[in-house]
């Protein structure tokens, strides 16, 4: 009965780890439908570097009557434009820098549909806040803060009323001046304060909000007022905050030019490291079922399951990026994995090979396993963190695909090749060489001595014994 529950389970995790792979590798069209299928390997996301992208060109000028140095502008600015596009878009790779004395560079991976966010950080809008709302007889309200003032802005989402807030960050100078608005309100007992779009007049009022309402060093837009704006279109509201983040950069930019940008490393290299990696696997699973046998074959069907969890764990979350730096991290982890079976196999080895039985040796292998697993894949994760947290952002990639893979390996190690070892033994329990077990060669001569089973039961045991000891003795 065991047996054949065995078998079971082994048809239907082989017949799930070839669907596995199968979805991992093979687009194809969606059925009554006109979708495509990417496969998990497909909608990972690329680098630039390997996938490409697009770049868009803006000319930077001075606004208005500026005296300021443009190029030490810009320079300021390039931070304040990368934490916009980091903290409002879900574009993993992209970079910000100056291009000549007045040009500056926005490059963003992946074939994405860029072409509103260009518009929007081109119509860049200037805002002003108050405590006193503009009217006909209030023509020049005191203005507190300014574009000047903001650090960066975002999105936020107002669950209790359903729409969508602007958050806004100040700068020091900028923490100062809402101090003091917040100080100006609470002696004139004003309750309220205004923002403005542009100008101070009341047609471009953008939001009223109230004074108990701020905490800290930031400013929440919770609602809209007379302009077009709509709190509850996420467009709109991405489409203000890029035009805010823009107005606040001390100077105006247009578009002069967009284009795509084929991958920095050629077009076909994601193919070429496709090619090696796929050899490499073939070559590792080869090496372990030769090396192995029986305990291989466990082992290869674990790490297949292992890879199919990676690929898709990779196209799942979103913050991950395949580029050059994470290529070497997926090889690190597999390579991890490997090991971590064969640390499992080596154990299961030598417990055998002290003269326990086939079931007892896959216990005992396993438990003494644990710990050697757990503490090398600990480490390898803080390690792993440190450079995700300090180190550039060229060797984040290698971080992420490390952590998640160190992750998957442990999982695959400590649970599915546990699992399959479990399930293999009621197919094989007494036929050791199928599995690459040997005796010790002491142990194996002193049972050809005496063929009865009890004596050769004490035999073992004191075998045992005098192999430990001679062990703790070197």
Avoid at 95 to 122: C, M, P, W
Avoid at 149 to 161: C, H, R, V
Avoid at 359 to 378: A, E, M, Q, V, Y
Wanted: net charge negative; glycine share 6%; charged share 15%.
């Amino acid at each position: 009965m065991l047996k054949k529950y065995s078998i079971v389970n082994f048809v239907l995790l082989v017949i799930i780890a070839i669907l596995g792979v199968l979805l991992s590798v093979c687009p194809f069209n969606v059925p009554a439908s006109t979708d495509r299928y990417n496969g998990f390997i497909g909608a990972i996301q690329k680098g630039i570097d390997l996938g490409g992208g697009v770049s868009a060109i803006y000319q930077a000028e001075n606004s208005g009557n500026s005296s300021d140095n443009l190029q030490d502008l810009i320079d300021e600015s390039l931070s304040k434009l990368e934490s916009g596009i980091d903290r409002n878009t879900t574009y993993t790779e992209f970079y910000v820098t100056r291009q000549g004395e007045n040009k500056i560079r926005l490059e963003i991976s992946g074939a994405l549909d860029t072409d509103s966010l260009f518009t929007y950080l081109e119509d860049g809008k200037q805002i002003f806040i108050t405590n006193e709302e503009a009217s006909d007889t209030v023509t020049n309200p005191t203005v507190y803060i300014t574009s000047e003032d903001i650090q960066t802005a975002y999105i936020g989402y107002d669950y209790e009323n359903s729409n969508y807030t602007i958050i806004l960050n100040f700068t020091s100078q900028g923490r100062e001046h809402l101090q003091e608005l917040l100080h100006a309100s609470e002696d004139s007992g004003r309750t309220n304060s205004y923002v403005y779009l542009d100008e101070v007049n009341s047609d471009n009022l953008l939001s009223t909000v109230a004074i108990d309402t701020i905490t800290g060093n930031t400013f929440t837009l919770t609602s809209s007022n007379s302009t077009d704006y709509s709190s509850t279109d996420s467009n709109q509201t991405m489409m203000l905050v890029c035009s805010i983040i823009s107005g606040s950069l001390g100077y105006d930019i247009s578009l002069l030019e967009a284009s795509y940008i084929s991958p920095v490393l050629g077009q076909n290299t994601l193919l070429y490291i496709g090619i090696s990696f796929l050899i490499f696997i073939v070559l590792t699973l080869l090496y372990l079922i030769i090396k192995y046998k029986h305990l291989g074959l466990l082992g290869s069907l674990a790490l297949v399951f292992y890879l199919v969890l990676f690929v898709f764990f990779m196209q799942a979350i979103p913050f991950i990026i395949l580029n050059l730096s994470a290529v070497f991290g997926c090889i690190f982890a597999f390579v991890i994995a490997v090991i971590s079976n064969i640390i499992i196999f080596e154990k299961i080895k030598s417990e055998y090979a002290l003269g326990k039985k086939i079931h007892l040796s896959f216990k005992s292998g396993i438990k003494k396993s644990l710990w050697p697993i757990l503490d090398s894949h600990i480490i390898i994760i803080l390690a792993s963190s440190m450079i995700w947290i300090f180190a550039p952002s060229a060797l984040k990639g290698f971080a992420i695909a490390l952590i998640l893979g160190t992750l998957l390996s442990a999982f695959t190690s400590l649970v599915i090749t546990r699992y399959l070892l479990n399930i293999y033994l009621p197919l094989n329990s007494t036929k050791a060489k199928r599995l690459g077990l040997y005796r010790d060669k002491k142990l194996t001569k002193i049972e050809e001595v005496s063929p009865e089973n009890n004596t050769t039961q004490v035999a073992s045991q004191v075998t045992e014994t005098v192999v430990e000891g001679g062990n703790d003795h070197e």
